[in-house]
């Protein structure tokens, strides 16, 4: 299965965060939470540590080959 | 008789007749013969006409108003062109018809720019146009604009509720521009500062001249469905209304009404406003200004990504304490329950409390345990844990956390839990003179 995106996980991330600040969790799944929620943001920082931008050009038949980004 | 441009001398010739010519004989009167003029053929005077107009007369600017336009099957364009006493047939050939925005109205003040000639088959005096402008500059362009603006509003394609959000987080912007211009230098710099991890595909195409519009709209058409993309930017840099002409045709509005993405348009300065910036989801003003809205900011995502874990934390410890609360409220609970009966059998009573105190404390233990494995938890995973810099706990028996001096006779078996895992101890007792 395809690792999810930033987009995902922040998304997931989102929900964590009020089930876990909601009132009425039961500490189980409050801690099970707790473990998907540090592995989420661990996973995001990592993508956001990407420091260099890919550019890539769409060819014909969605060939793709990289692009200078001519900004040198 | 070939007519000769050089020799035919049309408007030489007289109208009148050669005066006859007396011949004188001895034995008669004299006799008058005419000599024959020069007859011309209607075709001939026809074409030399049109000689003389197209070589004597240069190219000029002429206005009028239109009337009677005709757009031909063959993409060629008739009209007439007048002003209050006199008008003139036009001709507008496709070929340079193509260049039109858009067809006049009849009652349109225009000026157009053209030979005169004479159309040899019918005798016709007509005016050959080049060039057609309305009489204030952009005049056609705007009719254009707003022909083209109406047709879509009536489509519902201009909507405000048509218009899709945006993704917070793409993870790839597609972006259609010019691979040479310096929009896209613009919005990769943008990009770069912003969202480094992002990933961008681009479609180059031509954005300005003709066929411009095919090429946009077809590279709108494959970005969206390539399915790679989650996010479009459809751009370029200032320009004339000439220049920015193709985002204002109607093949882009479709393909971006059609695109399957959120589309970000961002054609020429704040000031220009094309049909492109009002089908799309987004208008920016400016390509930078794409960029930014396209992706997120590094910056603020890595704060918010800092916090997330003291949040859980924080959010875990209430969860804990709740449970604990439970737990002592059931207890008092049940006690309240039993003590509120008056029954004879107290002993019965008694002991039924006795076996339900048990029970509980059974119960309180199990979850007394799953709170320990909770805390345990908590402390291993939470970023605050200060094992990492050498602190370690001490447990005793129960699980419980030891803290004082004086729960550590000599002897006492115990555990230390330091940051990888628990040690086995054996307590040889506190230290002289330290202070509890």
Same mark, same amino acid.
């Given at each position: 299965m395809e690792e999810p995106g930033l987009e995902g996980r922040l998304r997931r991330l989102e929900q964590i965060v009020s089930a876990l600040e909601a009132d009425d969790l039961e500490l189980e799944r409050a801690l099970a939470l707790f473990e998907e929620g540090v592995a989420h943001v661990r996973a995001a920082e990592q993508i956001l540590a990407e420091a260099e931008l890919r550019v890539e050009e769409l060819l014909q038949g969605d060939r793709t080959r990289p692009l200078r980004s001519g900004d040198e | 008789m070939k007519a000769d441009r050089k020799t035919l001398d049309l408007f030489g010739s007289s109208e009148e007749l050669e005066p006859p010519i007396e011949l004188e004989t001895p034995e008669s009167p004299p006799v008058h013969v005419r000599a024959e003029p020069r007859v011309w053929s209607v075709s001939e005077v026809n074409r030399s006409v049109r000689e003389m107009l197209e070589d004597y007369l240069p190219p000029l600017w002429v206005a009028g108003e239109v009337a009677n336009w005709t757009a031909h099957r063959s993409g060629h364009r008739y009209f007439t062109l007048k002003d209050d006493q006199a008008q003139i047939r036009c001709v507008m050939w496709r070929r340079d018809a193509r260049q039109l925005p858009i067809d006049p109205e009849n009652g349109m003040n225009v000026r157009v720019f053209g030979g005169l000639t004479l159309y040899e088959a019918r005798g016709e005096y007509q005016l050959t146009v080049r060039q057609l402008e309305a009489r204030d500059a952009d005049g056609l362009w705007r009719l254009a604009f707003e022909k083209l603006r109406k047709k879509l509003d009536v489509e519902g394609?201009?909507?405000?509720?048509?218009k899709r959000a945006l993704p917070r987080h793409p993870g790839t912007v597609g972006i259609v521009t *010019?691979?040479?211009?310096?929009a896209l230098r613009d919005m990769l710099t943008v990009i770069r500062r912003r969202a480094p991890w992002t990933r961008v595909l681009v479609r180059s195409c031509r954005v300005q001249g003709e066929g411009a519009a095919v090429e946009v709209a077809e590279a709108i058409r494959v970005l969206s469905a390539c399915?790679?993309?989650?996010v479009l930017i459809v751009g370029r840099g200032g320009g004339s209304i000439e220049d920015l002409w193709a985002f204002n045709e109607e093949a882009v509005a479709r393909a971006i009404a059609a695109c399957s993405l959120p589309v970000i348009s961002a054609v020429g300065h704040e000031i220009d406003v094309t049909i492109a910036d009002l089908v799309a989801d987004h208008r920016a003003p400016t390509p930078s200004a794409a960029a930014e809205v396209a992706v997120p900011d590094a910056v603020q995502l890595g704060e918010l990504l800092e916090t997330l874990p003291i949040r859980f934390a924080r959010a875990l410890r209430g969860a804990v304490e709740r449970r604990g609360r439970r737990i002592a409220d059931g207890g008092e609970r049940l006690e309240r329950a039993m003590r509120g009966r008056t029954v004879p059998t107290r002993q019965r009573v008694l002991r039924a409390t006795e076996w339900m105190e048990r029970a509980l404390e059974r119960q309180v233990g199990w979850r007394r345990q799953a709170l320990r494995a909770a805390a345990g938890k908590l402390d291993a995973l *939470?970023?605050?844990?200060?094992?990492?810099?050498?602190y370690a706990v001490a447990l005793g028996e129960g699980g419980q956390v030891l803290r004082r001096t004086e729960e550590f006779p000599p002897g006492l078996r115990f555990r230390l839990r330091v940051m990888d895992g628990r040690v086995r101890c054996d307590a040889l007792g506190p230290e002289p003179d330290e202070q509890s």
């Open positions: - | 394609l201009l909507d405000p509720r048509r *010019s691979a040479t211009g310096a399915g790679r993309a989650d *939470s970023p605050l844990a200060t094992l990492g810099r050498g």
